[in-house]
């Protein structure tokens, strides 16, 4: 089944990506430039693309994310430290993001004679992102049946979508994925801060994993406690 891999660059995209390519599936992958606070990531789409030997495209949305106002992926707000699913990681929240990129991919996908587009997103992501959980999954590869009925048949793959960030770190090492050549912080830094919501969440990925992280963060610890504390939380 001929397949487009929506494609940050982050380690669950890439991961996805060597996945499909391992079925002998992968037709290429697309990228959204929507104004989020740097565009280091879409490097590293790029070198996956052309490490897999298919197509990348980037489709330029700043002036819809320059809309999408109120996260501090598209403003000036700062990035919060701390475990992925805090309250506080809200402020990361996009609105209607995955929705408006999907819809994008499943047009190109049409366009191009692709059989399905895949998505990396996962449980870790349903806490804060209501368009990466199940039901939106199941809800928007159903409209995309109606919205390209007697045109073309384009399915939604989301593999991960019940699994876990470690689900995913395993998925890759099967199918050698270069972990360090992904990129998670939202913050842009030379180096993985270590200390955002993302970085958090991939440092204990490859922990319960069993995993060797490649990752060079600047504080590469700081996760231990972030993890214990909202753990910690829970419990009350």
Same mark, same amino acid.
């Given at each position: 089944?001929?397949?487009?891999?929506?494609?940050?660059?982050?380690?669950?995209?890439?991961?996805?990506?060597?996945?499909?390519?391992?079925?002998?599936?992968?037709m290429?992958?697309?990228?959204?430039?929507?104004?989020?606070?740097?565009?280091?990531e879409?490097?590293?789409?790029?070198?996956?693309?052309k490490?897999?030997?298919v197509?990348?495209q980037?489709i330029?949305?700043?002036a819809?994310g320059?809309?999408?106002?109120?996260?501090?992926?598209?403003?000036?707000l700062?990035? !919060?430290?701390?475990?992925?699913?805090?309250?506080?990681?809200?402020?990361?929240?996009?609105?209607?993001?995955?929705?408006?990129?999907?819809?994008?991919?499943?047009?190109?996908?049409?366009?191009?004679?692709?059989?399905?587009?895949?998505?990396?997103?996962h449980?870790?992501?349903?806490?804060?992102? !209501?368009?990466?959980?199940?039901g939106?999954?199941?809800?928007?590869?159903?409209?995309?049946?109606?919205a390209?009925?007697g045109y073309?048949?384009?399915?939604?793959?989301?593999?991960?979508?019940?699994?876990?960030?470690?689900?995913?770190?395993?998925?890759?090492?099967?199918?050698?994925?270069?972990?360090?050549?992904?990129?998670?912080?939202?913050?842009g830094?030379?180096?993985?801060?270590?200390?955002?919501?993302?970085c958090?969440?991939?440092?204990?990925?490859?922990?319960?994993?069993g995993?060797?992280? !490649?990752?060079?963060y600047?504080?590469?610890?700081?996760?231990?406690?972030?993890?214990?504390?909202f753990?910690?939380e829970?419990?009350?």
């Open positions: 089944m001929k397949t487009l891999v929506v494609c940050s660059g982050g380690l669950d995209s890439v991961s996805l990506a060597h996945n499909i390519d391992a079925k002998g599936d992968l290429g992958l697309i990228s959204f430039d929507y104004g989020q606070r740097h565009r280091k879409l490097e590293f789409a790029a070198a996956a693309a490490r897999l030997g197509f990348h980037i330029d949305m700043r819809i320059s809309q999408l106002t109120g996260s501090a992926l598209t403003g000036d700062d990035v !919060p430290d701390g475990h992925y699913a805090e309250e506080t990681m809200r402020i990361t929240v996009v609105p209607n993001r995955n929705a408006i990129m999907l819809t994008i991919a499943f047009g190109v996908a049409a366009a191009r004679q692709v059989d399905a587009v895949a998505i990396a997103v449980g870790g992501d349903h806490f804060i992102y !209501p368009d990466c959980r199940p939106f999954i199941e809800s928007f590869d159903t409209m995309q049946r109606h390209l009925e073309a048949s384009v399915k939604l793959l989301a593999p991960y979508v019940t699994g876990s960030k470690a689900d995913i770190v395993t998925d890759g090492a099967k199918h050698h994925t270069p972990f360090g050549e992904t990129w998670s912080c939202y913050k830094g030379e180096r993985h801060c270590g200390r955002c919501g993302t958090v969440e991939r440092r204990e990925a490859f922990h319960l994993a995993v060797d992280d !490649p990752t060079d600047e504080d590469p610890d700081f996760w231990k406690s972030a993890t214990e504390g753990k910690a829970e419990v009350r």
